[in-house]
């Protein structure tokens, strides 16, 4: 299985970037997890729907075809990590690719989120992107320990 992290916004602080690699290169090799950076549309004269469309553009060309989407969205479900695993260890039985995309500052499209086929949320906080880069890496890290039985994760 191959899990995709999909975030709208190139540049990262060096401590998020530091924390999201010490993440990454812990899970095994059968499950691949990539992150995809696209590149945030500059902000000027466009309205909000236009910038929008042009990120979901970027982001659709970023997502291999077949993959299952699932859209970080603030008014999406909530999610515990135990229901996350859960959600893992279904992706990796149904043999699915997963995208799990991160909107840039204004968010995703309407039309994308949408057509995902989920829509969860990480927090009721409103958080910075770095932040949820790293907070998304940690928790997938977390719900891959618990469908192993690793001692990562302590109830």
Not at 88 to 108: C, E, M, R, T
Not at 117 to 137: C, G, K, N, Y
Request: with cysteine; proline share 5%.
């Amino acid at each position: 299985m191959r899990l995709t992290i999909v975030a709208v916004g190139q540049k990262v602080p060096d401590w998020a970037q530091t924390a999201y690699d010490d993440y990454a290169k812990r899970f095994p090799p059968e499950l691949k997890v990539e992150l995809k950076a696209v590149k945030t549309e500059p902000r000027g004269s466009k309205t909000l729907e236009n910038l929008l469309a042009a990120e979901r553009t970027r982001i659709e060309g970023a997502i291999a075809r077949g993959c299952r989407i699932v859209a970080l969205d603030e008014r999406g479900t909530a999610v515990t990590t135990m229901a996350l695993a859960e959600h893992l260890k279904n992706w990796q039985l149904s043999g699915d690719d997963v995208a799990i995309v991160i909107g840039g500052p204004d968010g995703l499209d309407a039309g994308f989120k949408q057509s995902a086929h989920q829509r969860i949320r990480l927090s009721d906080l409103t958080l910075p992107h770095a932040m949820v880069r790293v907070l998304l890496i940690e928790q997938l890290y977390r719900a891959w320990s618990i469908t192993i039985n690793h001692p990562y994760h302590r109830e």
